[in-house]
Each structure stands twice: as C-alpha cells, then as structure tokens.
C-alpha cells in the first residue's frame, strides 16, 4: 500500500510500505476513504516532536471501512464505515476508567498518551490503518453523514468544543473570545453556541481567517495585530473584560492576549500546543479570581457532536476547503502549509473511486 512516511525533519516521502496487519486481540485494520492533515503534523516535520520516529506514517484524522477484525473484537464487523478518533483508549487503565482518555496508559503508546496514530505507531495518511482498542476508539458513522462531514469530528471538533467551550464552562449569555481562527479555534466558535455563548470574538492577525470565521459563528472579529484591539475587544463587553478567553494558537503572546481580555472570575481556557515557557504574572493575576485550564483532548464528546453533524446543527463541512484523492498527497501538504496563501483551512484527501 501507499502512505505518507515521515524521514525525520523536513523530509516525508508518499511510498509503498507493508500492509498493516492485526497484532492484538483488540485491533481492527480500516480502509482509509478520507484522512485530512492537521498542523500537528507540520510541527511533526519541523521536528518539533522528538518522539516521532524517521518512518512514522503520519496522520491521526480519518475516515474508512472496516476491511479485518481481530478476534476480540466485539462491536464492529467488517464493512462498517467509521470514524478513527485521534484519541486511542483502551477503556480499562486507571486514566481511561476516570474518563482520562487522552491519558490512556493502554500498552499501545506505553507513555501514557492516548494520542498514539501517526506520533508512537502509524498513522492515518496511508490506505490502510490499523486501529487498536477499536471498540473504544472508533465511532460508527450513521448513513446520512458523510466522510467529509465526519472527519472533522477525528479531532478538531472534540478539540475546540471540549478544551475550548467545556474547559472554558462557557454559560448562557458569556461573551467569548477565541484568540486565533484556524481549524481549532473555529471548532471552539462553532460550539460555543451550544453552551449559550451571547457574542463570539475572533481574534487573528490573518484578515482571510477573520473573515472566514463569520460563518463559523464568530459575531465580531478583532485584528490582534492592531494597536488597540484590547479596547477592540473590551468593546464588546460590559467593560471589565470577557467571560472567557480561549487560546487556539501556542504561542506567549497569544495566551498573554488571553489574559489581558478576561474578566475577574473568567476562565482562560488554552487549547494550543506551546513549544515554549510562557509567562504567568501571578502577582497581577493572583487578586483576579481567573481560572486557567489546559488539556490534550479526550474525544468523550464526539458521539455528542456526531448526533448535531447528523441533525445538521452542526455544518462540518464548511471546514472543508481544498480537496485531493490519496496520490495527491504532497500536493495536499503543499496547499495545507501555505494557508496564508491557499485560504486552506482543512484539506480533505479522499481514496480515488
Ligand atoms: P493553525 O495554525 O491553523 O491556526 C492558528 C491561527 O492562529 C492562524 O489562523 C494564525 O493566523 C493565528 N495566529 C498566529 N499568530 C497569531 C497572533 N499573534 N494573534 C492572533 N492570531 C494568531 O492551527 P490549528 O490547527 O487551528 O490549531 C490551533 C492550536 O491548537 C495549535 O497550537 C494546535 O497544535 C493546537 N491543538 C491542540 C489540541 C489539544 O488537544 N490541546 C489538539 C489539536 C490541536
Ligand atoms: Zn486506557
């Protein structure tokens, strides 16, 4: 089969690779019909993530159908269309028992991380994949719902609803901003309406990102790069700050901007991947009544989602801007990093025929 192998920084390579096979009891092998690239992925190629092996296949986003089932297996058959969650859980460690998903201690990804496709063992860009504990791991897809609908609910929707929205207790009526407007802080304003947010605030330096976040459900939008966007920001609120600041982007000015927008007793709620230390000024802070929160996506709210993809309350296909077959794969990458450019927000690779 063919698959996109990680060669170690700056290198990837579309190749033929062995066919994945069943190892544990546990595991199903899913045809990929549709993957899609996150920016995970370019931070993999970067080298950012020292735990990804030269030969990795990447990609922990996917669509497919259940072509083998191992003998353990008891909730999918083959044939069954699913969606591969980026999250793996074994369903039976400590971490997974207290509905800690993402610290899944599973054997697959023995560090303790329920991230595991495409980081400790292969990926999703590829035509086949094998999945590990896949009755807790992969979700039916009901007929109506289609791949690329349900590929955003691999990761990025969970992700901005759960890290962003819930960690946030976004409530009736808060006002919301959401600092940065690429994939994942859309998924936060495209949820934040479901915990009743009043007013939704995007904030980016990229003015296409502005623009396209108001049909994801941002009310207003604010250029961060613009000397007086705090002022911008305060504006739409009744002066003290927002309820809630979420953090989609992973850098220290970023989460600072998050802090300098919340009010006393907001919650910021940080959703990027930070690369490095930023700085927490608790002696301001401390006397502000602020809630911090973090986390590396658990994924327990996909079925949720999926029911509103389902019943359309939910448009995940607007996330869908570009479109390949799985041969094309390098061109995919090539329009994904050049979002600026290309307007890219998720580039939908789908199996030819
Ligand atoms: P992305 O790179 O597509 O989007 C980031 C956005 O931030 C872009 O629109 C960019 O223009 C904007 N930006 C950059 N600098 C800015 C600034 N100074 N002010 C305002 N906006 C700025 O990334 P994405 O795919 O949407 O992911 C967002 C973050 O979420 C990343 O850090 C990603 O790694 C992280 N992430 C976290 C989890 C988790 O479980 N916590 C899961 C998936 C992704
Ligand atoms: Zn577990």
Redesign the pocket.
């Given at each position: 089969m063919k698959a996109l192998v990680y060669q170690g920084p700056g290198k990837k390579q579309w190749m033929e690779v062995p066919m994945p096979h069943l190892a544990n009891p546990g595991d199903v092998i899913v045809r990929i019909d549709t993957t899609t690239i996150?920016?995970?992925d370019?931070?993999i190629l970067k080298g950012d993530v020292p735990a990804v092996e030269a030969g990795r296949i990447l990609g922990h986003e996917g669509v497919g159908t259940v072509s083998e089932i191992g003998t353990g297996v008891k909730d999918f058959a083959v044939g069954d269309r699913v969606i591969i969650s980026?999250i793996k859980s074994c369903g039976h460690c400590v971490n997974c028992r207290s509905g800690l998903f993402?610290h899944c201690l599973g054997e697959e990804g023995a560090s303790g991380i329920g991230?595991v496709f495409g980081h400790l063992i292969d990926g999703t860009q590829a035509e086949y994949v094998r999945v590990p504990y896949a009755d807790n791991s992969l979700h039916r897809l009901p007929d109506g719902v289609t791949d690329v609908q349900a590929v955003m609910l691999s990761?990025?929707l969970p992700?901005g609803f759960?890290?962003g929205v819930l960690a946030g207790a976004v409530k009736p009526g808060d006002v919301v901003a959401v600092?940065?407007?690429?994939?994942?802080?859309?998924?936060a304003m495209m949820t934040a309406g479901l915990c009743g947010a009043a007013t939704v605030i995007a904030?980016?330096?990229?003015p296409g990102?502005l623009e396209q976040a108001k049909s994801f459900g941002a009310t207003d939008t604010v250029d961060?790069?613009a000397p007086d966007w705090k002022e911008q920001v305060l504006a739409h609120t009744d002066g003290a700050g927002v309820d809630v600041a979420i953090e989609?982007?992973?850098?220290p000015?970023?989460f600072g901007?998050a802090l300098e927008a919340i009010r006393p007793g907001g919650h910021v709620a940080?959703?990027?991947?930070?690369g490095k230390a930023v700085e927490l000024p608790l002696e301001e802070l401390w006397i502000r009544n602020i809630t911090i929160t973090?986390?590396?996506?658990n994924a327990n709210t996909t079925p949720m989602l999926l029911k509103l993809v389902a019943s359309h309350k939910i448009e995940a296909e607007r996330f869908a801007t570009h479109f390949f077959t799985l041969d094309q794969m390098l061109e995919a990458y090539e329009t994904f990093s050049n979002?600026?450019t290309t307007k890219a927000?998720k580039v939908v690779i789908s199996r030819a025929g």
């Open positions: 996150c920016g995970t370019l931070h980026c993402s991230w990761d990025i992700t759960e890290i600092v940065g407007a690429g994939p994942v802080g859309l998924a904030i980016d330096l990229d990102r961060s790069g989609a982007v992973g850098l000015e970023t901007m940080n959703v990027g991947v930070h973090m986390g590396l996506v979002a600026a927000l």
